[in-house]
């Protein structure tokens, strides 16, 4: 009996093992809360929770209403990520609906729903409103960095200013 050679296991990006495993735990609860319900208008509210919804506001506590982004959109606003921030994960539109918004933003018809890779979810990157720098917050950061070097540079005209003075001529 011949053995099928079998492909190596590919090594999961540990971002999309954390994600993984939040994600389940975001079933968990759902599942949890569900069971829990004290009637079903709060039982249907927490099934109609998607895991992103439920990342978002019980694992990662964004406070309703804070606007989010991926970088190229704050970017796109005229904002920079702060320093050293990290980005909030969550799952991305499926490749599948990628591939026909792309195709219906050209005008052509939406690729077939049985072509390889559609259920692929990719992994989103967020960053929250307060984990950027607006713009009016980077002008007034360059305008104190203007003004420090401006005094730096005065105090260093200041002192070659000065003219040595020869004390044994003086005594």
Not at 47 to 67: D, H
Not at 102 to 115: C, L, N, S, V
Not at 136 to 156: G, H, P, T, V
Request: with cysteine; charged share 35%; proline share 5%.
């Amino acid at each position: 009996m011949e053995e099928t050679p079998q492909k190596p296991e590919k090594k999961l990006n540990p971002n999309r093992e954390k994600l993984l495993q939040l994600s389940a735990d975001a079933k968990s609860l759902r599942e949890k809360m569900t069971q829990e319900a004290k009637d079903a208008d709060t039982a249907i509210w927490w099934q109609s929770q998607t895991l992103n919804a439920i990342l978002l506001r019980y694992f990662y506590k964004v406070p309703e209403g804070m606007e989010l982004g991926t970088f190229h959109q704050w970017k796109a606003k005229g904002c920079m990520i702060k320093k050293g921030e990290k980005a909030l994960t969550i799952w991305g539109q499926p490749l599948r609906a990628q591939r026909a918004e792309q195709a219906r933003a050209k005008g052509q018809e939406a690729p077939a729903e049985d072509e390889d890779g559609g259920d692929y979810f990719p992994m989103c990157f967020l960053f929250r409103a307060d984990q950027v720098l607006t713009p009016e917050e980077l002008e007034a950061e360059r305008s104190l960095r203007q003004n420090a070097k401006d005094k730096r540079e005065q105090i260093k005209e200041a002192i070659e200013a000065l003219q040595t003075v020869d004390l044994d001529t003086v005594l």
